[in-house]
């Protein structure tokens, strides 16, 4: 079975959600027409909030955290196809990093835009937990690769993993510059750039989906289903 197009729909379905969901909510005049990653005129949180772009938001977003889902366990599997004495603990930290990036963007979008108390926590911290999650699932992927093509001296894959390092980093760094910059700037100032920044943010984690699926297509990943015959 051909699984390689679960990281390539895991790169799209966020990207086409986003986007699709500012045209809209400008459209309505619910947000401002602007280039988000530079303007800094409107949080991705802020374009899904309110119908009909929340509708849109929805609709695509809850379908990419249940593929998150999916695409995490494939994803051991696949290292463990490359590397068989893959390490335990890695095989669980991609597990448990992915899951937790996946619930907490179920919940968070769920939640988004309603008048809920829950909301105002997942508003604040959802989306957070969502970036740290999948960052770490990416990194300790990435990591894995590295070592895994070292090992075998494929040079392909390890230029693949150096591009899937610096994807799932650029989050951390930026979260840094996020940090520091809402530590010397005004609030005034402050507040806005963090929107261009978590719009930065998103676009790697949704490139090192892409890299994923160019290294899944290098290495021919695929899934056997097999069953014994019950037939006498």
């Known amino acids: 079975m051909n699984v390689r197009l679960v990281p390539l729909l895991a790169a799209l379905l966020p990207c086409v959600a986003v986007h699709a969901t500012y045209l809209v909510?400008?459209?309505?005049?619910?947000?401002?027409?602007?280039?988000?990653?530079?303007?800094?005129?409107?949080?991705?949180?802020?374009t899904g909030r309110t119908p009909p772009a929340s509708l849109l938001f929805r609709a695509i977003e809850l379908p990419f955290a249940g593929l998150l889902l999916v695409?995490?366990?494939?994803?051991?599997?696949?290292?463990?196809?490359?590397?068989?004495?893959?390490?335990?603990?890695?095989?669980?930290?991609?597990?448990v990093a992915g899951t937790i990036g996946a619930i907490a963007l179920i919940v968070y979008t769920t939640f988004l835009g309603t008048g809920e108390s829950f909301y105002a926590f997942m508003r604040r911290f959802g989306i957070y937990f969502y970036f740290l999650g999948v960052t770490l699932a990416q990194l300790f992927t990435s990591l894995a690769l590295r070592r895994i093509a070292k090992a075998n001296a494929e040079m392909r894959l390890s230029g693949i993993s150096t591009a899937m390092l610096s994807f799932c980093l650029a989050p951390f760094a930026l979260g840094l510059l996020n940090l520091l910059q809402k530590t010397v700037l005004p609030y005034e100032t402050a507040d806005p750039l963090e929107n261009s920044i978590e719009w930065i943010a998103a676009a790697m984690l949704q490139f090192w989906f892409i890299a994923l699926y160019v290294a899944w297509r290098r290495t021919d990943f695929s899934l056997v289903v097999t069953s014994r015959s019950i037939q006498q």
């Not at 995490?72 to 890695?90: F, I, K």
């Open 25 to 46: 909510a400008a459209g309505h005049g619910l947000v401002d027409w602007c280039f988000p990653y530079l303007d800094s005129c409107t949080s991705i949180s802020a």
């Open 71 to 95: 695409l995490w366990p494939l994803t051991v599997a696949w290292l463990r196809s490359l590397m068989p004495t893959l390490r335990n603990s890695t095989a669980r930290a991609v597990l």
